[in-house]
């Protein structure tokens, strides 16, 4: 092949994605990279991104000026504003809907109306970032919140892997930031610290990353690829086999053993630490425990059929467990499950996942029904 035929074959291919590219823009497509690394926290979302997340649905996301799944909101909270501030992990950002129906978007437009007859509104804004343990919840509470002036901040716990996310024993992740005990007092765990190899990482990653974003015929390569792959790895699974996926019969009984034991001393040590730091700021603290998906699923047969293959009397231990200590550190707690299993079983209707997947994250149906319940608690304390 003479050079003149590979010139050619090559500005075919450069003019062929060239097209490609300008096409994807004028049709506004994109899947870029939305979070990146960082030295703190282990990563955030990029300030800016929007784009395409397509996994266990279709939506377009956009992150705003802070880093956060939300709307930007103004610094100084306005005149007859009733403000809270969500923390969270994925089942919170929600990225599987579109950010109106998140729950609490939900909640503020519901509680809006509730505080309407006395001449107030709610702004509900939203802090959580997908991934995310209860120690670096703790820090975007430190280093995010506290300039918006919450009156109230709600910790969504998500009882399906927050425990594990809490334990460098039991995950290990190797860019999550963790903390110990040592005297009674949390203390950054310095297997977690930050060295040279995570410096040079980051900054490899910004560089890749940056490219890809600005490249939309790899994003949609990749996103293809995807889709392929995760068709190809789930197209024959069971529904028991979408429940089971993940779940460690440990978290649904007594600790038995020294690391989990530690792990749910260091999740209360880190809740009772929040809760402090939120009185110390004159506002309240909520502890909502949000559902996972073996534990509202609306058929009883199979849930208790999974709670005898994980060899435990029910599937809500960890939401009871929370809810007693939260009772004896004074924390207001509200858990979701029993109501949420409720409706799942009365409805016929699943409020996790789509079509025929049932795990994953919450549906739309299970945000509005959490942000109906979520709202009625919060008329009752704040809507007279």
Known sequence: MNRAILFTLFFSLLLAIGVAEVALRIANISYPEFNRLDSRLGWTPRPGVEGIYAFEGRTYL????????????????PEGVLRVAVLGDSFTEAREVPLPDTYWKVMERE?????AASERRAEVLGFAVNGYG?????????????????????????????????????????????????????????????????????????????????????????????????????????????????????LYREPQDEVW???????????GAMRDTVSDHGADFWLVTLSNPVQVHPNRALRARIAAELGVADLVY?????????????????????????????HNTG????????????????HKVTGDLLTRRLCAAYGS
Not at 111 to 115: D, G, M, Q, R
Not at 144 to 150: D, G, M, Q
Request: glycine residues 8%; aromatic residues 10%.
């Open 351 to 366: 409020l996790h996942g789509s079509g025929d997947f049932a795990g994953g994250h919450w549906n739309s149906q299970g």
């Open 318 to 346: 960890p939401d009871r467990h929370l809810s007693s200590f939260a009772k004896a550190e004074g924390i207001s707690v509200v858990t979701l499950v029993d109501p949420l299993r409720a409706y799942a079983e009365v």
């Open 134 to 250: 209860t120690a670096q919840q703790l820090m975007v509470l430190e280093d995010s919140v506290w300039r918006y002036e919450p009156d109230l901040v709600v910790l969504a716990f998500f009882t399906g892997n927050d425990l594990w996310n809490n334990s460098f024993d039991l995950e290990g992740h190797s860019d999550r930031p963790y903390m110990v005990l040592r005297d009674s007092e949390l203390v950054p765990d310095p297997r977690s610290t930050k060295g040279l190899h995570f410096t040079v990482k980051r900054v490899w990653s910004d560089i890749k990353h940056g490219l890809f974003n600005t490249l939309r015929t790899a994003q949609l390569g990749r996103q293809a690829y995807k889709r392929v792959r995760t068709w190809a790895e789930h197209r024959d699974t069971t529904v028991l086999e979408q429940l089971l996926a993940g779940l460690n019969g440990a």
């Open 62 to 77: 956009r992150i705003n000026s802070q880093g956060f799944r939300d709307v930007d909101h103004e610094v100084a909270k």
């Open 111 to 115: 509680f809006s109306a509730c505080l």
């Open 261 to 271: 034991h530690d792990a749910w001393e260091i999740t209360e040590a880190m809740i």
